[in-house]
């Protein structure tokens, strides 16, 4: 699949988190997938507190220090928090992509299966 972002209207970071949602091309930087994982993870291991400190670990925090990623984490907290719906559609509406979810589609092997005239066994 080929994205095409209008980029005009996003921050280098949603460009990036949106093309980190949707797959990455081969010809991609490796590094931003590795940094969303990263981002995700951090987050991840936040939510888990040690039981009898009650604190969290601050990973996610070191990453949007000064001189690190703190328009990626910013990007990815805005997506992750209450209104993270309004804002991925928002993101989508200015990218110039759809949402997925809003359309219902048929799995490629259904749709050649329809052509070819076959029906599906069932057990």
């Known amino acids: 699949m080929s994205l095409k972002l209008r980029t005009d209207a996003l921050t280098i970071a949603e460009a990036s988190f949106l093309a980190w949602q949707f ?13 969303w994982r990263a981002i995700d993870q951090a987050w991840l291991s936040d939510l888990q507190r040690e039981p009898a400190t ?8 070191r990453l949007a ?3 690190a990623f703190p328009e990626e984490v910013n990007v990815f907290l805005r997506f992750k928090s209450e209104d993270g719906e309004r804002y991925w559609l928002d993101m989508l509406k200015r990218a110039g992509l759809a949402d997925r979810r809003q ?14 005239g076959v029906t599906r066994l069932r057990s």
Do not use: I, Y
């Not at 009650?54 to 925090?61: A, I, K, T």
């Not at 359309?103 to 070819?116: D, F, K, N, W």
């Open 23 to 35: 797959g990455f091309e081969d010809d991609d930087d490796r590094f931003l997938p590795a940094l």
């Open 54 to 61: 009650n604190q969290s670990f601050g990973h996610l925090q």
């Open 65 to 67: 220090s000064p001189g």
């Open 103 to 116: 359309s219902s589609v048929t799995p490629s092997v259904e749709r050649r299966r329809a052509r070819a």
